[in-house]
């Protein structure tokens, strides 16, 4: 809407990511923990995020780097990475998910552009998406229900004030007992790890942050893939929980236009710290893909 050159968000299974990829603009989730929390009302403390959007990937850095409050950092980002040999991975069980054709085709087209520009894609063996998903639902229902109980005391007092999806959702997430959330969580280290590991013969993951277009403001809940209805949360937060149940820096930035008009989003995602390295690779690839940041949001 060009109504801010940035903003401050957060981002606990991809609320950063979602939005910049939706809107056609550029946001960043940070390595978790790199950006002090105090002063945000927690959703799930082990997993959320404080991060940066912005209309391209060079005005995020310098944002990150005040909120990070690292004055050894470099005040502005070095020139844009160079793509020759530079080692990208794709994540088919990352990636391999529900989506539209049109989306589809939109993410294998920018890989094509990546390979084109001397870049090397090295096909990664990750967890699947559905793994991350399934500790991510009980880590984030269970803290959640800590959040509104304990630390904001006015859950289920208040309850009636609760929209139906947040009120629903957390109905469902009391059931989730202190055992299980511990199994969860330990299992989210070591999916978290795998995923690490995984990651370390390439300087960063490219995936899609979602294959369905955003949904319509008379059914703000749903979006319609090969004529079905589908939850929003289940058609998107499959691509973009790995990197918070990890803790990866991961930046999402446009990558072109879809058949119907509306822009279409990737993520880079890099290892806990790298989160320049993310940003300047990523900065290269959104010039490679050629999507102006004044024409991307108004399409």
Same mark, same amino acid.
């Given at each position: 809407a060009r109504m801010v050159p940035v903003c401050v968000a957060t981002d606990t299974g991809g609320s950063i990511r979602i939005a910049s990829a939706f809107c056609g603009v550029a946001g960043i989730k940070p390595t978790y923990g790199t950006v002090p929390s105090r002063g945000?009302?927690?959703?799930?403390?082990?997993?959320?995020?404080?991060?940066?959007?912005?209309?391209?990937?060079?005005?995020?850095?310098?944002?990150?780097? !005040?909120?990070?409050?690292?004055?050894?950092?470099?005040?502005?980002?070095? %020139? =844009?990475?160079?793509?020759?040999?530079?080692?990208?991975?794709?994540? %088919?069980?990352?990636?391999?998910?529900?989506?539209?054709?049109?989306?589809?085709?939109?993410?294998?087209?920018?890989?094509?552009?990546?390979?084109? =520009?001397?870049?090397?894609?090295?096909?990664?063996?990750? %967890?699947? /998406?559905?793994?991350?998903?399934a500790v991510f639902s009980i880590v984030q229902g269970f803290e959640a229900v800590q959040t509104h109980t304990r630390t904001l005391g006015i859950y289920p007092g208040r309850k009636d004030r609760y929209g139906a999806d947040v009120a629903e959702r957390l109905a469902w997430a009391c059931a989730i007992?202190?055992?299980?959330?511990?199994? /969860?969580?330990?299992?989210?280290?070591?999916?978290?790890?795998?995923?690490?590991?995984?990651?370390?013969?390439?300087?960063?993951?490219?995936?899609?942050? /979602?294959?369905? =277009?955003?949904?319509?403001?008379?059914?703000?809940?749903?979006?319609?893939?090969?004529?079905?209805? !589908?939850?929003?949360?289940? /058609?998107?937060?499959?691509?973009? !929980?790995?990197?918070?149940? =990890?803790?990866?820096?991961t930046v999402s930035f446009p990558a072109g236009l879809c058949e119907d008009g509306l822009p279409f989003g990737v993520q880079l995602t890099a290892l806990p710290g790298r989160d320049l390295d993310a940003l300047l690779l990523a900065e290269s690839l959104e010039q490679l893909l050629n999507v102006p940041a004044e024409d991307s949001g108004a399409r």
């Open positions: 945000v009302v927690p959703l799930a403390p082990s997993l959320d995020t404080v991060g940066v959007i912005a209309r391209q990937v060079g005005d995020l850095w310098p944002v990150l780097r !005040v909120m990070q409050g690292r004055d050894e950092l470099p005040t502005t980002a070095a %020139p =844009a990475r160079d793509l020759v040999g530079c080692r990208i991975g794709m994540a %088919p069980r990352l990636a391999n998910l529900l989506g539209e054709p049109d989306r589809v085709r939109a993410y294998e087209g920018a890989l094509v552009w990546c390979q084109r =520009a001397g870049v090397h894609l090295i096909e990664l063996v990750t %967890p699947k /998406a559905e793994d991350f998903r007992t202190e055992s299980e959330y511990r199994v /969860a969580r330990r299992r989210a280290d070591q999916l978290g790890r795998e995923l690490q590991s995984a990651m370390g013969e390439v300087d960063a993951m490219l995936t899609p942050v /979602a294959l369905t =277009a955003p949904p319509f403001l008379h059914s703000p809940d749903t979006v319609s893939i090969d004529g079905r209805e !589908v939850a929003v949360r289940d /058609a998107v937060m499959g691509f973009t !929980v790995p990197q918070n149940v =990890a803790g990866l820096p």
